[in-house]
Nanobody
Framework: QVQLVESGGGLVQAGGSLRLSCAAS????????MAWFRQAPGKERAFVAA???????LYADSIEGRFTISRDNGKNPVYLQMNRLNPEDTAVYYC??????????????WGQGTQVTVSS
């Protein structure tokens, strides 16, 4: 089993930055693709970014070059650097491990989420 725990969320003003981290315990996630999803109030969980074990990346169109996903396969196997945040980025952000995809069903392990709130 794999346990994932996100951190780094918080309250930030529009235009600001945050860096999310995802800590892993249990089995190693070094052989899994890692991803970030987010869920805004009243909306479905949506893909944000994913990274393969070979460091190929995939981003949602809505990110528009503002976010960067990275990994180091250590205790914190995946990060999400978020720049130029806007209120539409407000959501609970989830870390996931599984197969490289933009679809939720491809990911086996999920964290509990970290809240990101962007004020205008």
């Amino acid at each position: 089993q794999v346990q994932l725990v996100e951190s780094g969320g918080g309250l930030v003003q529009a235009g600001g930055s945050l860096r999310l981290s995802c800590a892993a315990s249990g089995r190693s996630v070094s052989n899994y693709a890692m991803a970030w999803f987010r869920q805004a109030p009243g909306k479905e969980r949506a893909f944000v970014a994913a990274i393969t074990v070979w460091y190929s990346t995939l981003y949602a169109d809505s990110i528009e070059g503002r976010f960067t996903i990275s990994r180091d396969n250590g205790k914190n196997p995946v990060y999400l650097q978020m720049n130029r945040l806007n209120p539409e980025d407000t959501a609970v952000y989830y870390c996931a491990a599984g197969s490289y995809s933009l679809y939720l069903r491809a990911y086996t392990y999920w964290g509990q989420g970290t809240q990101v709130t962007v004020s205008s």
